[in-house]
């Protein structure tokens, strides 16, 4: 068993071991799984750092079904290593939040060990239907976390949540079937372009993707692709799904819409957004912090690993559109957010807003612009989790999230406020912290793209000012000025849990901020192969 | 004597043979002294069905006369119906040991059993009737078992009135299929309608075929199910909701493969219509599912859909594995539903019924029989990796590879769209009884618990909770149901 089987395996056994351990004992095996897969993730984000490369590592398979020709494989590149990283800090940071968990304990754990499972499962899954199982198991866990250990009208929102996700990918099941039904019994030839062979070929074993290439001459190189879900053998059969007709449009269109369907809604991009105010408003604070750091970034994920290898012709069709449809998640989410008077609300429109710079600079075509979607991606899990920790801290307190409930916070609670004022500052994509990098790139990319993009790149621009003004306005509501609510003045600071909580999650905004060499190294290869797919498919 | 053998080889039926023997063993035991003679009649049955099971697994392929065709589907069905026999007389050991009914309900269990077998071999149209009936005399018993309660009175007296409509109906049929050909086997009036028959024997078999979608509840003869459903013990759901839809499904396999032959009706059209009807059913399901306020009534238009999906998968026929892609769904579909009902029979003991408002709240009473609820719940909305998930795989998969593949078969592949989406829309009305069961705070705060479990329902839920998530993750199930036929 490889490390990244291990990071499925382990968290499903150490939930299994929740229901026979001391109630107490939980929290700490939900920490050790999470542990294991930060250390997992930091280790292959660590290679590639060191080893830039485009190629799948830690590639790993154990066989599933002969019939269909699926099975657990497992293997990241800097993407996927990335989005591992970010799946075991923030469970980490979660449950470190719901330390103090009181009802039911080893349930809600145990619960936290499976989403865990299920999104290292979706991170690092290269088979589709394993992809497809991991991505749809996420729902089974959450389902309770929402709907059982959260707010006042949590059964709504977990319904609500549970078949707005439902329904946004059952198409992607249909998409799985028409894929397997167009290939061959006995597999097909295709020819490799050029740039996969160059990021992927492994030229000592003569193979490409464990299937045997003929390297030795100089014209195009084919290779044989069996029938199955490997969904690198997916990615080299695009032309195919291109031909292949699926009740009237082509099977590739139909497969992007539905990639893009379930994707949309997860990340969630406007106007599918709508069941996440609910979701995270309901949720629990440490729930909360797992759906903005991790849950939204699968559907960022979804379309990098998926949607555009698979489907690049019809990506490339649709990507001024959804360029268009980043932007407007940009700037509505931005303007609906100025607007909020909860605090969770207002960080959730801000998600919607943060998330689309992840559509926009994928789908802008440039390798700045898709590098900078994934720091996007990566960065956002730190603010969004920070921010969602310090609602959690007052809510705690004050057992209200009103903006206008809290003034002056930063007398009875000067270590909160510094926190909230670096998070803020960070979510605003001040530079020098961890949300520059990545918005920086994307406008970057977007200027030097072509078509409407140096538009759209512009008009985003407009959203600096605008999270500026909603962050630091509510900064200002709710920490400074005078203190407003005079029995708020008895507030204890952060206790020492809420610290452990916080302050990796404030450091590391400095760090990759200050830093983002080896993230950005990381990921820039890999980013520039989905690019490359993506422009191979333009006509 | 060596006629008679000729004419009913007794080495085909073994396995029917041997419920039968069960079924006599049970009223037997019922006349014998002692006051805890009742409660040896679910094990005595639950043997029974694993020496039929175990007689099953190795039994030879033949025809007896043409009554009877133990082919692919009948072995298959075979190995579905008796694990499942047992598995609900094992629950009714646990859930009614308070029942002073002594034998009567297990007798009725695998009577049931019995006509499932009968129906899923048959190979004409008397031993096809003959069977029904045997599944709904005993069925009707089921439902209204419950001394002195007037729903459960109700309910049976819809199920005898509605189901003696539709066997009258389905009789009328095959009189007029039987005056048109000659013929009552099925492959003699394929063969009959091979060289063209009247429009009027068109309609008989339409009409013969309404008993068959009865049974697998299809719109529009499905209207009686939620009603029996609601008035029933769960248990007796668990009966009526499972063995006879696969007992429907395997006859219906069998009669579309042998008594409508092209010339009676272009292939296409066939499946078109059969693709059109389940894609009915299951969209009506799913709506209508929203606005009910009774778990029971819930699992009865869940039913409705399951049943549809099957007869989508049978629209496929004949490809290759469309047969086990049906057997594999019945599979999933009863482990799970009959998981369910024994958590609400467990509930509705302790909470007195089956609307949402009286399951609210039911964690606190028993926790891990509601938790267990919501995972065979989550597995009929075919959440992977539960095994719903595959068995709506397979049946998916069979409407897709039949119409990506030609146009003239498009609509199977819409229907299968539809499918999916009837899918994210019941998920909503699983939900409800989730949130009622588990969100939910009770009504009345009480501080008495639900009772003990008795260990053979405990026994009952493992093996549906065993089979609910290790069927999801099986994905070689489908291939080797297939290599089985």
Known sequence: MGPLTACIVAPLALAAATSVAPPRAARWLALLGALLTLLVGGMAIADFAARPGADFRFVDSTPWSTAFGASFTFGVDGIGAAMLCLSGLITAIATIAAWQQDKWPRVYHALVLVLLAAMNGVFTSLDLLLFYVSWEMVLLPMLPLVGVFGGEQRRYAAMKFFVYTLAGSVLMLAMLIALWNATPREGRSVVVPHHVVAAHADASHGTLHGLPIDLGHDGPKQVHVPRGFDLRHLA?????????????????????????????????????????????????????????????????????????????????????????????????????????RDLKRLVAYSSVSHMGFCLLGLFSGTVAGATGGMVQAFTHGLSSGLLFLLVGVVYDRAHHRRVDGFGGLARPMPQFAWILLLGAMAGAGLPALAGFPGEFLVLGGAFTATGSFPWLGALATLSVVLSAAYLLWTLLRVAYGPLRHPEQAAFPDLDGRERLAAWPLAVLLVVVGLWPGPLVDALRPACELVVQTLQGGRP | ????????????????????????????????????????????????????????????SGAVGTMLAIDGPARLARLLILPLVALLLLAGAGERRHGTDSGAWSTAVVGVGLGALVTAASANFVSAWLGLEMLALAGYSLVAFRGGDRRAAEAGMKFVLFGGVVSGVMLFGISHVYGATGHLDFAGIGQAFANGAPTAAGVGLLLAGVGVAYKLTLVPVHFYAPDVYQGSPPLGVAVVSTLPKIAAATALVRFLSMAVPAPLVDHATLASAIAVLAAASMLFASFTALVQRDAKRIIAFSGIGHGAAVVLATACLPARDAAAAAGFYLLTYVGSNVGALVCLSVLERATGGSGLQALAGSWRRHPVVSGLLCLFLLSLAGVPPLAGFLGKWGVLQQAFAAGLGSATYATLATAALLFLLATAVSAWSYLLVVRAVVFAEPATPSAAGGGTVPFATKLALAIAAVATVGLGLWLDGLAVLAKAM
């Open chain 1, 236 to 340: 080299l059969q695009a032309e195919h799904w291109q031909g292949a007709n699926f009740l009237g449009v082509t099977l590739a269109a139909f497969g992007f819409f539905a990639v893009l369907l379930a994707c949309l809604v997860k990340i969630p991009a406007i106007p599918l957004h709508t069941w996440l105010p609910h979701a995270h408003v309901q949720a629990p604070t440490a729930v909360s912090v797992l759906l903005a750091g991790v849950l939204l970034k699968l559907g960022v994920y979804g379309l990098y690993r998926i949607g555009v290898p698979l489907f690049p012709q019809a990506a490339a069709a649709w990507a001024p559109a959804l360029g268009g449809l980043g932007l407007a998640g940009i700037l509505w989410g931005a303007w609906a957010a100025l607007g909020q």
């Open chain 2, 1 to 60: 004597m060596i006629a008679f053998a000729e004419a009913f080889p007794l080495a085909l039926v073994r396995p029917e043979a041997a419920l039968c023997v069960g079924l006599f063993a049970i009223l037997a035991s019922d006349l014998g002294p002692g006051a805890d003679r009742r409660r040896a009649g679910p094990w005595l049955g639950i043997a029974a069905a694993l020496v039929a099971f175990l007689l099953a697994l190795d039994a030879p």
